[in-house]
């Protein structure tokens, strides 16, 4: 077993880099499968979100969308950014900033019926700024061919 | 005049570390004792500058001058005086400052405290240190001065953000920020002994009290800041993966590796370029947490845009202290000695594995932390790198890596048998498999990692004790001691999590008053819902009745807050700790019906999780108290030059 | 091989750096380079934000004159900071109109008292759902729309004396 000690401290580094890289490599490709894209409705439309993955849904709660089930914790809404809509089911509190007409990302997936269950509504932390999701992402679908 | 006063300070401050590390690189050089006798009596000067500083900018916050900037962007003059006290380091600026004088007092401690060290490898390190202080300073005066004045004044400041309201979390950031400052010092040591080519066991020996004391206090802060989450929030979860946590847990995991590979440096004298390097990856990630999340620009590379001067200072500083040290290292680290051997199956072995295994994790950790950053900055794609990602990468090395620690702390230095560590481990893998056994047949049904997760913890409870096995208590050092605490705390911690995440019950209703309704063994009323009011915000309280079986009721009180300054609402939970567990009770908003929601956990042995990070800390104190007292009383007298 | 593994963690974290700060650094970046910027301002019609002075909607944007609207709160310090700016501008002629996010009308009143009232129209977009239309982050943040309703230039953050001149050129442009 004992080796020198100039090669002992090459394996070493070089289990150490094995480790590293590997582990580098075995985040990336988790990654693929596991990073939660943000889509605004127009994006889930356009580029087709497959169905179960956990992704981001933003946009405003369209006017007058939000209706409770009759079980009281469960609410469907409709989430919108001007040019598509999503309807939503959310089962839990919903976060005061939760309103309609106001900003809203949602975390969940999409269903194979187009609609979107949401384990998570996010609630905004900071007085100051929108979800800068939202704010970034309205301007792609503003933009998008009116 | 008193913002002024405190500017002042800080470009005098500023200026005593410039001196100081034009006076340490000279006299490092040029091996002159005077310039080197200098360097000490000035880095304490600049302590205490550094001090008066910050507490000008506390007395600023507690008086609420609404004249500064910064005060009146995060204070407000109904906030109670603790908030007022806390909001000093509750924004970018306020947390600079205090980051730079905690900074300058290491310095100022290392310099009048530190005697065992080589003289020209210390002065390199406070040159060092210096160095890294007035970038800080820099930034502080050209990129985010916190005493910048404001006029004409307002006639109130914003206040703060609710959720930060809270006693524990105003002591949270100046906790893990005394850690972040102790891994910089551990880096200045490693660029002064590269320096000065002096690598080795002294060297080891005096930079291990300051990771020791950084590792404690970023384990203390982690726990709580995971605590305060878990009842703050409301959502039940004690740790979410999130930009912020991640910051804090990063450097936590490099320092865990750098004190285990120290302790092979200064007993064994090996792994020395390995050790180097680990305090420079420390520090780095110690500077990321810092840097990141103060700057927002973990929220969004927007946050760059809005104020390109700071974050383009930031990576600066970043590039020159990283990248410098790295390149010192390159250079430096072919002249360092090789150290001694052992074998793979040996303690060092086991403490190489330990290291790679927490170096992984840490890797895995800071690429789902900066891959949604690195991507939006390429591509402008935006995503979010959630829980499923960590868990799924990251749980399954960190049971391997505790697993190992089960039989790191019982082999021998330098060469041992693996039978004999195999049989000395009979007693603990016996517990593990009747664990595995009881577990699987009185629950069947559970996640494979919850499950492995209460298997080695049972096994590594028992085995992390083994090394006190005939021993005769009373002469055991304390930090073995130390180690025993701590490998137990990870092993309880452990235990916490896994049962939570496999055991939890919960419930979701919308109830009316006087309904009963059921969570795990517990069956829970809502007696009432009145309006109340505290210091500057108005709640609705519920009263929730509880009892087990047929067993005492007892009442639990959560609210909804509502803050008018900034308006924002916040659920306060209400918890009842029992023996096996946690009864947690989040109510919300009522609907049309006079019905209210009730959201209702019953979390068995949830209190485990921090209970184990308070033991790691503790049994971190415990090794820092025994290594201290051993080196006052093996210290040398003082060489002179 | 040694040499290598040597330097290597100094080449990752350069890599690190120069992928990151290229995606930072790029001239006017994917830094919010308003997509909005000459698209039309999306329609809105905001109720009065004080008593006694007019809201406003994106109809009276259209009259043909350039505009400058502004997007501000009275519980916003940089907006306390901008205030002079904008006075300056106003006293030059510049159109102002605002926009106060989650405002009340009493902090906006004692916000006007103090640093000048610059505004000709004060709507008040409570639920910020104007602010997330027009795509903006946060506040303070300033549009300049052409005669025709068009957003010709969004400033993001206050305005500080040197960036006058840039937005007076911009008005210019947008006759």
Not at chain 2, 244 to 269: C, G, I, K, Y
Not at chain 2, 442 to 470: D, E, F, H, N
Not at chain 3, 82 to 98: C, K, T
Request: glycine share 10%.
């Amino acid at each position: 077993m004992a080796l020198k000690a100039k090669n002992q401290r090459l394996i070493l580094a070089l289990l150490a880099l094995a480790a590293i890289v590997g582990a580098a490599l075995l985040a990336m490709s988790a990654l693929k499968d596991q990073a939660a894209y943000f889509y605004t409705p127009s994006d889930a439309k356009k580029d087709h979100v497959e169905t179960g993955r956990a992704v981001r849904l933003g946009g405003m709660v369209q006017k007058g969308s939000i209706e409770r089930l009759p079980d009281g914790v469960t609410i469907n809404f409709i989430v919108t950014d001007n040019a598509e809509t999503v309807p939503v089911t959310f089962k839990g509190i919903v976060p005061d900033l939760f309103k309609e007409d106001s900003g809203v990302v949602a975390e969940g997936s999409f269903q194979p019926d187009g609609r979107f269950v949401a384990t998570n509504i996010l609630a905004k932390h900071d007085e100051r700024y929108m979800p800068p999701q939202v704010a970034g992402q309205m301007h792609k679908t503003e933009s998008l061919d009116k | 005049m008193i913002a002024e006063a405190g500017l002042a300070a800080l470009w005098l401050a500023a200026a005593l570390a410039a001196l100081q590390l034009v006076l340490g690189w000279m006299g490092v050089s040029s091996q002159r004792t005077d310039l080197l006798a200098a360097v000490r009596p000035v880095a304490v000067v600049q302590a205490v500058l550094a001090g008066i500083s910050f507490v000008t900018l506390i007395w600023l916050f507690v008086t609420v001058d609404l004249s500064v900037a910064l005060v009146a962007a995060n204070n407000a003059s109904t906030k109670p005086l603790l908030y007022k006290f806390a909001g000093t380091w509750g924004n970018h600026e306020g947390s600079m400052l205090m980051w730079v004088t905690i900074l300058a007092v290491a310095g100022g401690a290392v310099a009048l405290f530190e005697r065992r060290l080589n003289e020209r490898t210390l002065i390199a390190t406070l040159s060092a240190q210096a160095a890294i202080g007035l970038g800080f300073y820099a930034f502080l005066l050209f990129a985010s001065n916190p005493f910048a004045r404001l006029n004409p004044a307002p006639a109130e400041g914003q206040g703060l953000n609710p959720l930060l309201q809270d006693p524990g979390l105003a002591f949270h950031p100046p906790t893990l920020y005394l850690g972040y400052v102790g891994l910089s010092v551990a880096f200045s040591f490693a660029v002064g002994a590269l320096v000065t080519r002096d690598v080795g066991a002294a060297f080891a020996r005096a930079m291990r009290p300051w990771v020791l004391g950084a590792w404690i206090l970023l384990t203390l802060g982690i726990t709580a800041g995971s605590y305060w989450a878990y009842y703050e929030l409301g959502w039940g979860g004690w740790w979410f993966w999130d930009p912020v946590e991640n910051a804090s847990l990063m450097p936590w995991l490099a320092a865990t590796a750098l004190l285990h590979s120290v302790t092979v440096l200064a007993t064994r004298e090996g792994l020395r370029a390995w050790t180097v390097m680990l305090a420079v990856v420390a520090f780095s990630m110690s500077m990321v947490g810092t840097f990141l999340v103060r700057s927002g620009i973990l929220t969004s590379v927007h946050a760059f845009a809005v104020d390109p001067r700071r974050g383009t200072f930031i990576l600066a500083l970043l590039a020159i202290y990283i990248g410098g040290a790295l390149a010192l290292f390159g250079f430096r680290v072919g002249t360092v000695r090789e150290g001694s051997r052992f074998d793979a199956v040996s303690r060092e072995g086991s403490l190489v594995i330990n290291n790679l295994l927490l170096s992984a994790i840490l890797g895995i950790v800071l690429v789902g932390t900066l891959y949604p950053l690195v991507a939006e900055a390429v591509t402008g794609e935006k995503l979010s790198v959630g829980p499923p990602y960590f868990n799924s990468a990251a749980g399954p090395l960190a049971l391997i890596l505790v697993a190992i620690m089960a039989a790191g702390p019982i082999m021998r230095w330098r060469r041992d048998d693996l039978k004999a560590t195999l049989t000395r481990l009979a007693g603990p893998m016996l517990l593990s498999a009747l664990v595995l056994l009881a577990v699987v047949l009185l629950a069947p049904g559970i996640g494979i990692l919850p499950l492995l997760g209460l298997v080695a913890a049972a096994g590594v409870g028992v085995a992390s004790i083994a090394p006190l096995w005939g021993r005769n208590l009373r002469r055991t050092p304390l930090y073995i001691w130390g180690m025993v605490v701590a490998h137990l705390g990870i092993a309880v911690s452990m235990a916490g999590m896994a049962a939570e995440s496999a055991f939890t019950r919960e419930t979701l209703v919308a109830g009316r008053i006087g309904e009963e309704h059921r969570v795990g063994p517990y069956s829970v009323r809502l007696d009432d819902v009145q309006p109340i009011a505290g210091p500057n915000y108005t709640a609705i309280e519920g009263t929730v009745v509880a009892r087990r079986g047929n067993g005492a009721p007892f009442t639990l009180h959560p609210q909804t807050r509502n803050f008018p300054s900034p308006q924002t609402e916040t659920n306060e939970a209400a918890i009842t700790t029992l023996l096996d567990g946690q009864l947690y009770v989040v109510v919300g908003r009522s609907d049309d019906e006079g019905r209210w929601q009730l959201r209702l956990w019953w979390k068995p042995f949830v209190t485990l999780i921090w209970l184990g990070g308070a033991l790691v800390a503790f049994g971190g104190l415990l090794s820092l108290i025994g290594r201290v007292r051993r080196e006052m009383r093996h210290a040398p007298p003082r060489e002179t030059i | 091989m040694r040499r290598l593994l040597i330097w290597l963690p100094l080449g990752m974290f350069l890599v690190f750096l120069v992928v990151f700060a290229g995606g930072l650094i790029k001239p006017e970046g994917r830094v919010i380079p308003s997509k909005l910027v000459g698209k039309p301002m999306p329609a809105f019609a905001l109720a009065p934000a004080l008593p006694g002075k007019p809201g406003l909607s994106s109809a009276e944007l259209a009259n043909g004159q350039p505009h400058l609207v502004n997007v501000f709160a009275s519980w916003c310090v940089p907006c306390i900071a901008e205030a002079p700016q904008l006075r300056q501008l106003a006293e030059a002629g510049v159109p102002v109109y605002g926009i106060a996010i989650r405002d009340r009308p009493e902090d906006l009143q004692r916000f006007i008292e103090r640093n000048g009232d610059p505004f000709r129209a004060i709507g008040g977009d409570p639920n910020s759902s104007v602010q997330i239309a027009l795509g903006s982050a946060g506040v303070p943040e300033t549009f300049i729309v052409d005669g025709k309703g068009i957003i010709r230039k969004q400033h993001i953050g206050a305005i500080n004396p040197e960036d006058v001149p840039g937005i007076m050129s911009a008005l210019g442009d947008a006759k």
